[in-house]
């Protein structure tokens, strides 16, 4: 069974910078090199909403909001992707979920993303 693990929320002044990791267990390395894996976030009262996404050939994509602030990796032997946030500001204050699945990488689809993790929460204070 898939299973998607996230860390490293917090609170954080703005202008900070915060790196979230996201653990996947359950699948063989040559599965996992095949996947995509993505980061959503969801803020009160809000919908959630796609931020980044690195597709298994490693092609990275961003919303508007967090290119040039935020970048996603990947290390597949270590079944992890990364989220660095840089120049943090209360706008980006919101639950943030990683996801994975077998197909493209596409921030603006989540139903393609079978496995979720529980999130962390990321608070950006002004």
Sequence with gaps: QVQVAESGGGVVQG?????????????????FDDYAMAWFRQAPGQERE?????????AKYYV????????ISRENAQYTAWLQMNSLRPEDTAMYY??????ICSIYREDRFPYWGQGTQV???S
């Design 123 to 125: 608070t950006v204070t």
């Design 98 to 103: 990683c996801a994975a699945t077998d197909r």
């Design 50 to 58: 796609g931020v980044s996404c690195v597709g298994a050939n490693n």
């Design 15 to 31: 202008g900070g910078s915060l790196t979230l990791s996201c653990k996947v267990s359950g699948l063989s390395l040559d599965d």
């Design 64 to 71: 508007d909001a967090v290119k040039g602030r935020f970048t």
